[in-house]
T-cell receptor, first 110, second 116 residues
Framework: GQNIDQPTEMTATEGAIVQINCTYQTSGFNGLFWYQQHAGEAPTFLSYNVLDGLEEKGRFSSFLSRSKGYSYLLLKELQMKDSASYLCAVSTDSWGKLQFGAGTQVVVTP | NAGVTQTPKFRVLKTGQSMTLLCAQDMNHEYMYWYRQDPGMGLRLIHYSVGEGTTAKGEVPDGYNVSRLKKQNFLLGLESAAPSQTSVYFC???????????????FGPGTRLTVL
């Protein structure tokens, strides 16, 4: 079967750093995506990893280890607007189908 | 560019009623997808299409049908709605795109459906 696990909720203070872990076991692997979803809104693309290593994009970084089936999303200098759900998703074939984790709710406190 | 749009935004149905959800994209994307999102379960793929006139089943296709008669539109139908189909439905599209990963999916705003 396919399994993507991430923590349900994390709380951090404004200005701090939070790391959201994602572990996966899927039948195929064509890349790993992170999406951000604010309450009541659509998911929006944050980052993509297909090779091992770190991808940095401003305050957000994402890391992938294919041999360990592991990724993390690092959010630095947290702002109140970063309070949202963060979705880990694995592309499992060449048709772009995504298998999503249940999402991690990040709560940023003042 | 409107991106991906969905109609309607909200709908309440009674058990046994039918309805069609419309998804439209203006990005000339080949691939389109329908997902449902339920609390604690993440997004689950219902059906998808890799081109005009083609459709395929995803993870949870039972009780739903789809059609892709035009490249820009992807319709999701519920023939006889059940309370278990109460959910938020998202449409997404992808491929090709030059600057970001080719299979990055772009999502519509969602349709909130309640079946009584």
């Amino acid at each position: 079967g396919q399994n993507i696990d991430q923590p349900t909720e994390m709380t951090a203070t404004e200005g701090a750093i939070v790391q959201i872990n994602c572990t996966y076991q899927t039948s195929g692997f064509n890349g790993l995506f992170w999406y951000q979803q604010h309450a009541g809104e659509a998911p929006t693309f944050l980052s993509y990893n297909v090779l091992d290593g770190l991808e940095e994009k401003g305050r957000f970084s994402s890391f992938l280890s294919r041999s360990k089936g592991y990724s993390y999303l690092l959010l630095k200098e947290l702002q109140m607007k970063d309070s949202a759900s963060y979705l880990c998703a694995v592309s499992t074939d060449s048709w772009g189908k995504l298998q999503f984790g249940a999402g991690t709710q990040v709560v940023v406190t003042p | 560019n409107a991106g991906v749009t969905q109609t309607p935004k909200f709908r309440v149905l009674k058990t046994g009623q039918s309805m069609t959800l419309l998804c439209a994209q203006d990005m000339n994307h080949e691939y389109m997808y329908w997902y449902r999102q339920d609390p604690g379960m993440g997004l689950r793929l219902i059906h998808y299409s890799v081109g005009e006139g083609t459709t395929a089943k995803g993870e949870v296709p039972d009780g739903y049908n789809v059609s892709r008669l035009k490249k820009q539109n992807f319709l999701l139908g519920l023939e006889s709605a059940a309370p278990s189909q109460t959910s938020v439905y998202f449409c997404a599209s992808s491929y090709p795109r030059e600057r970001e990963p080719a299979d990055t999916q772009y999502f519509g705003p969602g349709t909130r459906l309640t079946v009584l």
